[in-house]
């Protein structure tokens, strides 16, 4: 189990790394950029969709065809949890050493898409939420639950799809 999810913890942790760079960047360099929560979030199964394959290469070559649901959840879990902490570890890096100003840029993206009405609860929403974000362990906790949760469901799926019990006869 363990080289399975080693190599599909891997490349999913490579591939959200990866995301992080482009959507950053977006940001930066595209002032009326919008973001789709929606699509986004669509987008983050289709990338942890990884997990499944990986609960199945792991099931077919490992396990002769035959995982139980608690072993298919732990393996996918597990994938889930190690691209995760990829992708925080990649996160924290890439804030501290390359855009320590994020929180100005997004503030300023979250405000200049908020409607009139909103705009003073949402500045000091936003002015909350940067002061947290000076705390490090808030920013590992808030950049987990970006993805983690995601993760944990697609490996929960997999689970119930993949699991095959052995037929004694």
């Not at 990829?86 to 997004?106: E, H, K, S």
């Amino acid at each position: 189990m363990r080289k399975t999810v080693l190599i599909f913890s891997l490349i999913l942790g490579i591939i959200m790394s990866i995301n992080i760079f482009v959507m950053v960047n977006m940001l930066y360099n595209n002032p009326d950029f919008k973001g789709n929560d929606v699509l986004g979030y669509a987008a983050m199964v289709v990338v942890f969709s990884l997990i499944f394959f990986g609960v199945r290469n792991y099931r077919n070559k490992q396990l002769g065809g035959y995982i139980s649901f608690g072993k298919a959840f732990t393996t996918g879990a597990l994938i889930a949890f190690i691209a995760s902490t990829i992708y925080v570890a990649v996160w924290l890096f890439y804030y501290y050493q390359f855009v320590p100003d994020f929180m100005d840029v997004y503030t300023r993206h979250v405000l200049k898409n908020t409607a009139a009405a909103e705009l003073a609860a949402k500045t000091k929403e936003m002015a909350d939420f940067k002061e947290m974000y000076k705390n490090p362990l808030f920013t590992i906790l808030i950049t987990y639950s970006e993805v983690l949760p995601v993760g944990l469901i697609v490996a929960l799926v997999s689970a119930f799809i993949l699991k095959r019990k052995k037929v004694e006869g």
